[in-house]
């Protein structure tokens, strides 16, 4: 995963300040958590142990979503089909979030939810986190409070999910 990896981690600097919130609609009111639109890019390795290459388009602390192209998405969803049951691939995500400390590399295992073609041979594919471990639930956790601090303001305080509960 490294060659993949480390060719796709180089940020622009548009791209390490480039989050923000995602325009709001009826189906956004129903979301447990507004994303944070970002540009960034993500590396996945399947069950088959192919890897490949997408750029992040939003980040929540439940999951994310990715845009890619058809070849990517053939990799991350080599049966094709509806996704119900065993037809969800798992995958390994890897992406380098920028950080007030610093960049931290984060990697999660996710569970592919939907899958959207697009104009321009390209998908949308939508990510639930499983079972992060406490590192990446924290480093999750601070982008998005960060970002949300940036955006509402030095007085907005971020709850995390499990704090919550």
Known sequence: ?????????????????????????????????????????????????????????????????????????????????RLKGDNQPLLQATMVLPLAEGHQTLSACVRLLHVATTAAASCLMGFQFLELRPKARRQIDAFYAERLRYLAGPAYRYVPPLARA
Not at 48 to 55: D, E, I, N, P, V
């Open 1 to 81: 995963m490294s060659s993949v990896f480390s060719q796709i981690t180089g940020f622009t600097a548009g791209q390490e300040t480039g989050a923000w919130f995602a325009p709001q609609n009826d189906f956004e009111d129903q979301r447990a958590y507004p994303r944070i639109l970002g540009d960034f890019p993500v590396a996945f390795r399947n069950g088959q142990g192919q890897h490949c290459a997408a750029t992040l388009r939003n980040l929540s602390p439940e999951g994310l979503q990715i845009a890619c192209n058809m070849a990517t998405a053939q990799i991350i969803h080599p049966a094709g089909g």
